[in-house]
């Protein structure tokens, strides 16, 4: 079995069902060596399960969870541009984090460890990764967070 696949079966962690895009844009994109992720709301199989702001709705213990799915979907089609192969990837370069929040929020990097933590976990030192982290006043769907993605591939 193939390494990083062994990994999520370890953890007992397990992909979503297809997060397709929804409207005129594509899931990933392909350039050279790099593999461009869009972002990824917290849907897990088709239905929203953070909507409203942290800070209000939610607390940071609940946006991490929220950006963690974030994550998960982000694997999901990361699997999918590595032709089935997680073993391609080589790097996480960069994550961008959005947190749907109240307009005195501060906490963005712990909501941001969410989705950071579960790549670390995935990937090892392959998912060490620069970040951004930041606070909008509203994201599609009303979704508590957003991330998107940049990996390196072999």
Same mark, same amino acid.
């Given at each position: ?37 869009? *972002? ?11 909507? *409203? ?102």
């Amino acid at each position: 079995m193939p390494i990083i696949e062994s990994r999520l079966e370890e953890l007992k962690i397990s992909l979503p069902n297809n997060s397709s895009a929804a409207a005129n844009y594509v899931p990933f994109v392909k350039s050279g060596n790099l593999v461009y992720i869009s *972002g990824q709301i917290c849907r897990w199989n088709g239905e929203m399960q953070f909507t *409203g702001k942290v800070g209000r709705e939610f607390s940071v213990d609940e946006a991490k969870k929220a950006a963690r799915i974030c994550a998960l979907n982000i694997i999901y089609h990361l699997k999918e541009a590595c032709d089935n192969d997680l073993d391609r990837v080589k790097s996480c370069l960069r994550l961008n984090v959005f947190v749907n929040s109240v307009d005195n929020f501060i906490e963005q990097p712990s909501v941001a460890n969410g989705a950071s933590d579960l790549i670390l976990e995935v990937f090892g030192d392959a998912g060490k990764h620069t970040r951004v982290a930041v606070s909008v006043s509203s994201l599609p769907l009303n979704s508590a967070v957003e991330v998107d993605a940049v990996f390196e591939i072999n």
